[in-house]
């Protein structure tokens, strides 16, 4: 994956369901690639490609239903490399 034309996004998990979170995902391909951040359990990091946004926040609106999402925000890039 190339990180550097990914969108990224930040969402806070219920700690106890993020297996659940990462097993979901990467059951369905090429949507998005997840990881936890350092130091922060409950909250997890994806860069998806953009022609997967709209399947990933589809994704994300289910899993804030059943309140397994706590918050989700977009941010930018941190991976992309500044000159």
């Known amino acids: 994956m ?3 034309h990914c969108l990224y996004y ?4 219920k700690r106890e369901k993020t297996w659940f979170v ?4 990467r059951n369905e391909d090429h949507v998005a690639f997840e990881r936890a ?5 409950d909250t997890l990091e994806f860069l998806v490609p953009p022609s997967q946004e709209n399947n990933f926040l589809q994704f994300i609106a289910q899993l ?3 309140g397994v999402v706590l918050w989700f925000e977009k941010q ?3 991976f992309i490399k500044k000159s």
């Open 22 to 25: 990462v097993g979901a995902l």
């Open 2 to 4: 190339d990180t550097q």
């Open 37 to 41: 951040l350092e130091n922060q359990q």
């Open 10 to 13: 930040q969402a806070g998990v």
């Open 76 to 78: 930018p890039n941190r």
């Open 64 to 66: 804030q239903q059943y």
